[in-house]
């Protein structure tokens, strides 16, 4: 069973597993360095109020994505 969806899907104090980043260029390598890779666990911790950008929690640390750059990440929610 895949219940994989983009990033951008999850909601508020969601946690899931990244399964892959599709982006590449720069914006793929900009996204990797952040630590966001396959196998990396993360929470969404918040949205702005227009839902653009979200807030993540990965390795002890918080980020914000773009929604652009959220789907370009497949990830699979974790219970």
Same mark, same amino acid.
């Given at each position: 069973m895949n219940n994989s969806i983009s990033l951008r899907h999850l909601q508020v104090g969601q946690r899931a597993r990244i399964q892959? $980043? %599709? =982006?590449d260029g720069e914006l793929g390598r900009r996204i990797r360095d952040m630590g966001l890779i !396959?196998? =990396?666990?993360?929470? $969404?911790?918040?949205r702005a109020p227009l839902?653009? !950008?979200v807030a993540l929690r990965l390795?002890?640390? %918080?980020l914000t994505l773009r929604n652009n750059e959220a789907? %370009?990440?497949t990830v %699979? !929610?974790?219970e």
């Open positions: 892959s $980043v %599709t =982006a !396959p196998g =990396a666990e993360l929470q $969404v911790m918040g839902k653009d !950008p390795n002890g640390f %918080t789907d %370009t990440i %699979t !929610p974790q």
